[in-house]
């Protein structure tokens, strides 16, 4: 297994290049298995999690040519319908090819995710949607079986609770169903967006999107043309460089992001103190000498993310004054305070609610990844620790940072991966 080894305080300066978004990549992929040629994608990051589904449609018998950061997937020859358990285990966004398989070919089974470090994370709402299109669902032998021999059919969708990935789930599966879907209460994430461009682009109607309502206009089961495309710059992985430059007070210009996609995390750094330039595709952080201390409520997009909570909790362990950090979203996702009180950092929890108080010199120490996001904060933590720091289980990081250690290296960070 791998680790990191990080040596703190340390000035960074320099410019790094943001890979394109997992989130988006994922449904993405997964919408591969509605076209009827082979698709082509660009500007894919090279993390786990891609490789993951990837070998997943693999598995149901797709051809998926990865090259660096594009990949060709074809999905003419899948024939296979059961994503099994060794797979969704790994990653719970797995979940994403039951709409897609369910409405292409009348029946699907899906290991059942199971909960995560962060969670219970159901999938409640995502077969309730599919259940009211038409759609039959048992769960036996820890599987999801879905069947709609007819086809699924377009329906109105309420979803009790926004949901990202369940929304993209619900618009794949209303690509392929007979007649209109309304989804309301739709998730409004710039990942959620993309999926629905592309869709649009490739003959499927979508209205609303990027609202909470959206229409989708099935195509009866005809399979789609989908042309190349480039997928988004990654916002979380952009938003987590930008905190690295506000904990270490350096300058950094952060190149191939969309500083509009940032809009709550730049907002509650400027809170704190930094400033910024931003062009189109850069976004150029100056920071403060003196952090701020700030509050956050985590909500959904276009909210403050709850994927850049850890990173904000490290960085307000440096703040003058007290930090009130609010997680609406996932009831566990607080594993990381652990790992940073061991560092020195003085954070009380209360429920889902961690009052930090700063500033705290930090100093090295062995610490565990506990999550993706959790693993991200550590590093963070051990760029302003003084000493050594050992980050543990760095797997978690894996899944969703593309090149982390050489793209902190690249600014001045003394960052090594090692074995254990
Ligand atoms: C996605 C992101 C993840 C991010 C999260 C919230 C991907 C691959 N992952 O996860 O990085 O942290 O959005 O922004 O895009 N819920 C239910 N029932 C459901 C579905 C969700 O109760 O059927 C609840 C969840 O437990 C959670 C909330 O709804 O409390 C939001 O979850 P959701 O938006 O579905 O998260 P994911 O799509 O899994």
Same mark, same amino acid.
Do not use: C, Q
């Given at each position: 297994m791998d680790y990191l080894q990080i040596e703190g305080i340390k000035s960074l300066n320099g410019t790094i290049k943001i890979s394109g978004a997992k989130n988006a990549s994922l449904p993405l992929i997964a919408m591969?298995?509605? =076209?009827?040629n082979s698709v082509n994608i660009k500007n894919l990051p090279n993390v786990a999690d891609i490789k993951t589904l990837l070998k997943l449609l693999s598995n149901l018998g797709a051809k998926c040519d990865f090259l660096e950061d594009r990949v060709v997937v074809d999905t003419a020859t899948l024939t296979e319908t059961k994503a099994t358990y060794d797979i969704v285990k790994t990653m &719970? =966004?797995? #979940? *994403?090819?039951l709409g897609p398989i369910l409405t292409r070919f009348g029946h699907c089974e899906v290991s059942l995710p199971g909960g995560c470090a962060i969670g219970q994370r159901p999938i409640d709402l995502h077969l309730k949607a599919l259940e009211q299109m038409g759609a039959k669902i048992k769960i036996k032998a820890g599987y999801v079986q879905a069947s709609a021999p007819n086809g699924l059919k377009g329906c109105n969708i309420i979803f009790d609770k926004i949901t990202v990935t369940g929304t993209a789930n619900i618009v794949m599966a209303a690509a392929l169903a007979t007649g209109k879907t309304t989804i309301t209460n739709a998730a409004r994430e710039p990942e959620v967006v993309q999926l629905c461009e592309i869709l649009n682009a490739s003959g499927v109607t979508i209205e609303g #999107?990027?609202?909470a309502i959206l229409t989708i206009y099935g195509t009866s089961q005809e399979l789609i043309n989908i042309k190349e495309f480039s997928i988004i710059p990654d916002r979380i992985e952009a938003g987590t460089y930008l905190c690295g430059g506000a904990i270490t007070k350096s300058e950094l210009t952060l190149e191939n992001t969309k500083a509009e996609h940032l809009g709550a995390v730049i907002a509650k750094l400027e809170e704190m103190g930094s400033t910024f330039k931003i062009t189109k595709n850069s976004i150029t952080i100056y920071p403060s000498q003196v952090i701020k201390p700030v509050k956050i409520i985590t909500q959904e997009y276009p909210g403050f993310p709850t994927d850049m909570q850890a990173q904000f909790l490290a960085l307000a362990t440096q703040a003058d004054g007290t930090s009130i950090i609010e997680e609406r *979203?996932?009831?566990? &996702?607080?594993?990381?305070v652990s790992e940073l009180q061991r560092m020195g950092a003085e954070i009380s929890l209360n429920g889902n609610v961690a009052t930090v108080s700063g500033k705290s010199q930090l100093s090295g120490a062995d610490v565990m990844a506990t999550d993706l996001r959790a693993s991200s904060a550590l590093v963070l933590a051990a760029l302003v620790s003084e000493g050594t720091t050992n980050i543990h289980r760095i797997y978690h990081l894996d899944r969703g940072y593309d090149s982390l250690e050489q793209k902190l290296k690249g600014v001045g960070a003394k960052i090594t991966r090692l074995k254990e």
């Open positions: 591969t298995i509605l =076209a009827k &719970r =966004a797995s #979940i *994403l090819v #999107i990027g609202t *979203l996932f009831e566990n &996702r607080f594993m990381h």
